[in-house]
């Protein structure tokens, strides 16, 4: 008996934002889970989500420590390429 992967599906911001309205209404996770065939850790993830940002955005849902080290590679970078340029003009 194999199991046969599940095509991954994508859900639009409205009705992720619905499926977490009506859990803030008070159906159980369990009842939205298995209406709308989701894995637990999807609802759970939307939920966190929209209570720490209101945004399903994986760039809104960012932690500082994470947002702080993006900016720290953008500007990593940026001195390499002008490190570089230094380079090339001594040379």
């Known amino acids: 008996m194999s ?35 989701l894995y637990p850790s999807t609802l759970n993830n939307w939920i966190k989500q929209h209570q720490a940002t209101g945004s399903f955005k994986s760039k809104d849902n960012l932690s500082d420590s994470e947002k702080e080290l993006i900016e720290l590679r953008k500007r990593n970078k940026q001195l390499e390429m002008e490190n570089d340029i230094f380079f090339w003009i001594a040379s």
Request: aromatic content about 12%; glycine content about 2%; hydrophobic content about 25%.
């Open 3 to 37: 199991k046969t992967k599940r095509k991954r599906r994508i859900f639009t911001e409205e009705f992720k934002k619905q499926i977490v309205q009506l859990y803030l209404n008070g159906k159980p996770k369990s009842e939205i889970k298995k209406e709308y065939d």
